[in-house]
């Protein structure tokens, strides 16, 4: 059974920083796709960022380039999110995903809710203007 846990949400002043973390349980982090979404008070849940499966690409929402960083320990099984210069639009639930591996990719398969099989529950973060 695949679960996935987030942590380190949390309340932050406008320009500090948060880490993220997302430790996955009944698979390989390695061999998989993992994302980080998010959902705000009354807006639809969106993508914030994504790593492929080798780790060799990684994509970002473009409100979110040069201040957030997906990584990966994969010896923790563990996926990163690194906020910087956090706003309060970035204010949301924090959810991480993995998607199954073998899956076709398609256009921008990264960004789409429908391109990741498991979620978590997700993670509270605050950021205070």
């Known amino acids: 059974q695949v679960q996935l846990v987030e942590s380190g949400g949390g309340l932050v002043q406008a320009g500090g920083s948060l880490r993220l973390s997302c430790a996955a349980s009944?698979?390989?982090?390695?061999?998989?796709?993992m994302g980080w979404f998010r959902q705000a008070p009354g807006k639809e849940r969106e993508f914030v960022a994504a790593i492929s499966w080798g780790g060799i690409s990684s994509y970002y929402e473009d409100s979110v380039k040069g201040r957030f960083t997906i990584s990966r320990d994969n010896a923790k099984n563990t996926v990163y999110l690194q906020m910087g210069s956090l706003k309060a639009e970035d204010t949301a639930v924090y959810y991480c995903?993995?998607?199954?591996?073998?899956?076709?990719?398609?256009?921008?398969?990264?960004?789409?809710?429908?391109?990741?099989?498991?979620w978590g529950q997700g993670t509270q973060v605050t950021v205070s203007s």
């Open positions: 009944g698979l390989t982090i390695s061999s998989t796709a």
């Open positions: 995903a993995a998607r199954r591996l073998g899956r076709p990719v398609g256009s921008r398969w990264y960004a789409q809710i429908s391109g990741f099989d498991y």
